[in-house]
């Protein structure tokens, strides 16, 4: 089993597992994440994207640990997955911004993580379009990372959280699209803060979600399909 040769967009049935994104809201992913605990006990073994996603998130406590080297490994297989599977020839006329999603620290926090945006310069170095990439985005901190919160974070509560700075842009033409980039789509809280706070800036300027994986959870009633009540 290996991860697909292309990104797929979120439809109609894909986005029940999102109840956040509504059918105007334009999203793609490249593979599928099954929570650790519908695993069976296999966590990050169960599936390419499961092991993919486990290093890709490795904390910043691991840095100079054994373990760290597949963190930057995932990056740059994502990076040159992102790089192949994505018309950036016809992206480019179109003038994109892309904008990696913030970790939820505060950036002066030492267990920041900039992983997406590291992984989208790397990405950038990979096409021969000019990529305009633009860290932008900040959490303040006050929430907490929605794997780790007792309750996941409503889009409000992000955007309350969330800043734009868009001063490293001044001089240059508005963004005909931006592309906000997130290793994992779960609910569409996030993307959905996201785009309202991107749209400030950008009135108007589509929005379009990018993601490594989305979250499938298997159906709970799979056991009872096979009973004759």
Not at 113 to 132: C, E, F, I, K, Y
Request: with cysteine; aromatic share 10%.
């Amino acid at each position: 089993m290996s991860m697909p040769p292309r990104l797929s967009v979120i439809g109609d049935l894909e986005r029940q597992d999102h109840f956040f994104l509504v059918p105007e809201h334009r999203c793609y992913f490249w593979g599928e994440y099954t929570p650790f605990e519908h695993t069976g006990g296999q966590k990050w073994n169960f599936s390419p994207t499961n092991q993919l996603i486990n290093n890709f998130k490795k904390k910043m406590d691991r840095v100079g640990q054994m373990d760290w080297r597949y963190k930057a490994s995932a990056i740059e297989r994502v990076a040159t997955a992102f790089s192949q599977t994505m018309r950036w020839d016809q992206l480019g006329l179109q003038n994109p911004v892309l904008v990696p999603m913030p970790p939820s620290k505060r950036r002066n926090d030492p267990l920041y993580d900039p992983r997406m945006l590291d992984m989208l310069r790397s990405m950038a170095g990979r096409v021969q379009t000019p990529l305009n990439v633009q860290d932008i985005l900040s959490f303040d901190g006050s929430c907490d990372a929605s794997h780790e919160a007792v309750a996941r974070p409503t889009p409000d509560e992000l955007y309350a959280a969330m800043s734009v700075d868009t001063s490293a842009m001044a001089g240059q033409n508005p963004p005909g699209v931006i592309l906000i980039f997130d290793d994992m789509l779960t609910t569409g809280a996030h993307f959905l803060a996201a785009l309202r706070r991107l749209s400030e800036p950008f009135p108007g300027v589509p929005v379009i979600g990018v993601f490594v994986a989305r979250r499938v959870i298997p159906n709970p009633f799979a056991d009872f399909d096979d009973l004759d009540f």
